[in-house]
């Protein structure tokens, strides 16, 4: 544990010398500069009502960073490669079932990830709510959550999915892959 907090630390004194040009010391914030830092609220961890994904640790790959950029610099091209024109249904669980299952259609055509997921499903947990369980094949559950936010989220931004009656909770649960839905 020790070693760990050792090289975290070093990682953000590399990374604040490379930003601010000092030596050495790990970066502390002054009542200045904090105030001046942004601060995470609520808000800005949704991005419309869909909350964002935290990739945890470890890389991520150039594929799924690709889409998480286009799903906010540029969502209608996303969609296009996607082949998502419209989201169809009367609920939020329905139209991104929809867009969620043209997407892994779409990928089934693209060499390499013809094989990353295996299908999406809608589910009812105990409780009786209903939920989207996102089975990958030839990819880990946190790759597979991680593409389909940055489809949901380049959805939402592109306009195609509109009216959401429910907020998206995407999750890793227990190693699986699901989307849960919240009233608002």
Do not use: C, W
């Not at 800005?44 to 790959?61: C, E, F, L, Q």
Request: hydrophobic share 40%; proline share 6%; glycine share 6%.
């Amino acid at each position: 544990m020790a070693d760990e907090q050792f090289i975290r630390n070093q990682i953000r004194r590399i990374l604040f010398e490379e930003t601010e040009g000092t030596t050495g010391q790990v970066p502390t914030p002054t009542p200045a500069l904090a105030e001046s830092a942004p601060q995470d609220s609520e808000e800005d961890k949704r991005t419309g009502k869909v909350a964002k994904v935290k990739p945890g640790r470890g890389r991520v790959k150039a594929e799924i960073e690709e889409a998480g950029a286009l799903a906010n610099s540029d969502p209608q091209e996303l969609m296009k490669k996607l082949k998502i024109k419209a989201a169809p249904g009367d609920s939020s669980i329905k139209q991104i079932a929809f867009i969620l299952n043209k997407a892994v259609e779409t990928l089934k055509s693209v060499p390499g990830l013809e094989e990353a997921y295996e299908r999406i499903a809608i589910k009812k947990s105990p409780e009786g709510d209903l939920y989207i369980h996102i089975i990958p094949n030839k990819i880990s559950a946190r790759d597979a959550l991680l593409y389909m936010n940055h489809t949901i989220v380049g959805a939402v931004n592109a306009g195609v999915l509109k009216n959401l009656d429910q907020e998206v909770v995407p999750e890793l649960k227990k190693g699986r892959a699901l989307i849960n839905f919240t009233d608002l």
